[in-house]
């Protein structure tokens, strides 16, 4: 079977396979918002309601390194076409991975904002740590800091959901969830 991702540039695999053998697309392993479409609805409407009166671009980094963290292949794909898409640069993008010794790429409030992903993202690492949750209240008025950890906190199922079942990375168009 001929696996065929679109990419910004229109390239497909089935078109850099010609040259170049690249490994097989697996499977998804459950198509779960099928055979739970009530909780996949519920999930789209509170995404949405997170989402409101933040940023376009800051909630894509904030996405994207939540995604990083999990890795969420399928939430990566999603996210950086979006952010790129909402007119974020593809530098940035590349040193999220890297902000701590990148920092100078991104605003103090983005690198707050950042920063708090990562704390509420792995939490095996302890509670969030108050420096890091005051540090973000400096940045956020308080709605705005609830909407940012609903958001950070949507991603994060999200995540779950895409990891568990596997979804596949590569199909996704910018804006086609929106």
Known sequence: MTNIHTTNSDTTT???TATTPYAAEPPVRLEWAEHA????????RLDAAARKG???RLLELVKIRASQLNHCAFCLDMHTKDALAAGESVERIIQLGAWEESRH????????????TEAVTVLTDGFV?????ERAAEHFGQAELAQLIAAITVINAWNRFGVT??????????GQHA
């Open 165 to 174: 079942c596997r979804k596949t990375p590569g199909h996704y168009r910018p």
């Open 129 to 133: 740590p108050d420096e890091v949750y």
């Open 37 to 44: 479409p009530e909780v996949y609805k519920a999930m789209v």
């Open 105 to 116: 790429f991104y605003t103090e409030r983005e690198l707050a904002a950042v920063e708090l």
């Open 54 to 56: 933040l940023d376009p």
């Open 14 to 16: 089935a078109d850099r």
